[in-house]
């Protein structure tokens, strides 16, 4: 049962984290690989995760949301866990591409009115780009997106924080790669 950060990060360690020779998504050569799926799927551990987050929204926070595949339980274990405080959040999954039928809609979830405030969820945070495109896309329908909240940043030469600041978002880590190395 994962009931305390040491907990978690020690199952990150275990079955999320590899080092090696790898190439991220990003096209980045790397020797520290993350894949916090294993881990944010698992029910104890995506329930623990999910009040930590939580606990990083700010109090008019509306929604989550996050790009498809990464934020997907994150976004869903949230939406839960603000439930159970009566603190109701909806959440928003973003696509990578456009849906290819039907609306072509770029954001399943709820409509929220426009002005809604929506907090980015990831996974793994490397150069940002999964987190922006999101944050991107909940813009274009009208929602205020500020604060990105991830589980682990991966601090790859302060290029993520950047450009983070150039998307105008503050981004919230709970974990550093340098924890789980």
């Known amino acids: 049962m994962i009931e305390t950060r040491e907990d978690f990060l020690a199952l990150l360690k275990e079955?999320?984290?590899?080092?090696g020779d790898f190439t991220l998504s990003s096209g980045k050569k790397s020797e520290h690989y993350v894949n916090c799926k294993p881990v944010t799927l698992q029910g104890d551990a995506l329930m623990f995760i999910s009040w930590c987050i939580l606990e990083c929204l700010e109090d008019d926070c509306d929604a989550i949301g996050g790009l498809t595949l990464g934020a997907d339980p994150l976004v869903a274990g949230v939406a839960i866990v603000s439930a159970i405080e009566e603190r109701y959040m909806d959440g928003l999954i973003v696509r990578k591409e456009p849906k290819g039928h039907g609306t072509k809609a770029w954001i399943e979830g709820p409509t929220?009115?426009?002005?809604?405030?929506?907090?980015?969820?990831?996974d793994v945070i490397t150069?940002?780009?999964?987190?922006?495109?999101?944050?991107?896309?909940l813009r274009d329908v009208g929602y205020i997106v500020e604060n990105v909240?991830?589980?682990?940043?991966?601090?790859?030469?302060?290029?993520?924080?950047?450009?983070?600041?150039?998307?105008?978002?503050?981004?919230?880590?709970?974990?550093?790669?340098?924890?789980?190395?």
């Open 127 to 137: 150069t940002g780009g999964s987190a922006i495109q999101a944050a991107e896309k």
């Open 112 to 122: 929220l009115a426009p002005g809604s405030k929506v907090t980015v969820l990831e």
């Open 15 to 19: 079955e999320a984290y590899r080092k």
């Open 149 to 181: 909240v991830s589980i682990i940043n991966r601090q790859e030469d302060g290029e993520a924080d950047d450009a983070m600041d150039a998307a105008n978002l503050n981004l919230i880590s709970l974990f550093s790669l340098e924890e789980l190395s």
